[in-house]
């Protein structure tokens, strides 16, 4: 098995204004796809390869001889499950099982909110915001530089990318605008959902 670059679930231009085209020709094409290829050269005769990204991921986290291959592979899944949890004319108040699990484990949407961007603002430095199930509890939290969730046993349900290449064409260093743009216009919660079932 070699890990792959999987196709953007959007048009490139489909995000605009509130992320460009210009941001996810270098986002998806050149950072994502660079994580894809040098992950594949790493592994390349090592007894990872041919294994699935998650396996890799696992497997890497707590070798530090494998930091470059961690840091890559565990970028490939955040970036592929990234792009899965926005869409055109998503974000606002969802509806179904995620709604009632927002109202139930973090005190309704309005504290979600709040809680997701102020989380995503405190990342210091590159990394991601999160929504997970812990135990089958909602929880919020960040990870620096290419950590995910998916290396210590959680289960990601949502990210927002708050690496700078992810919103300094569009945003400039306006992180705060860019956490609140994306929960209010671009948040794919039927992913989110199907993530539930
Ligand atoms: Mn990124």
């Known amino acids: 098995m070699t890990i792959t670059l999987p196709e953007l679930p959007f048009k490139k231009d489909a995000l605009a204004p509130h992320i460009t085209e210009q941001t996810l020709e270098f986002h ?3 950072h994502h796809k660079t994580y894809v290829e040098k992950t594949n050269t790493l592994i390349e005769g090592t007894d990872l390869e041919g294994k699935d990204l998650e396996t890799i991921i696992r497997k890497a ?10 840091n890559n592979a565990a970028q490939v899944w955040n970036h592929s499950f990234y792009w899965q949890c926005m ?3 998503g974000g606002g ?3 179904g099982a995620i709604a009632d699990k927002i109202n139930a ?7 979600f909110t709040e809680q ?3 989380t995503g603002i405190a990342q210091f430095g590159s990394g991601w915001v999160w929504l997970v199930l812990k135990e089958e509890r909602l929880e919020i939290m960040k990870t620096g530089n290419a950590d995910t969730p998916v290396a210590h ?6 990210t927002i990318d708050v690496w700078e290449h992810a919103y300094y064409l569009d945003y400039q260093n306006r992180r705060p605008d860019y956490l ?4 209010q216009h671009l948040i794919n919660w039927d992913f989110v959902n199907s993530l539930l079932k």
């Open 28 to 30: 998806y094409g050149k």
């Open 61 to 70: 986290v707590n070798d530090s001889s494998l930091t470059g291959i961690f």
């Open 87 to 89: 869409k055109p004319g």
């Open 93 to 95: 108040t969802p509806s």
């Open 105 to 111: 484990d973090l005190g309704g949407y309005e504290k």
């Open 116 to 118: 997701l961007k102020d």
């Open 153 to 158: 046993g959680l289960k990601p349900l949502l």
């Open 180 to 183: 609140s743009t994306f929960i």
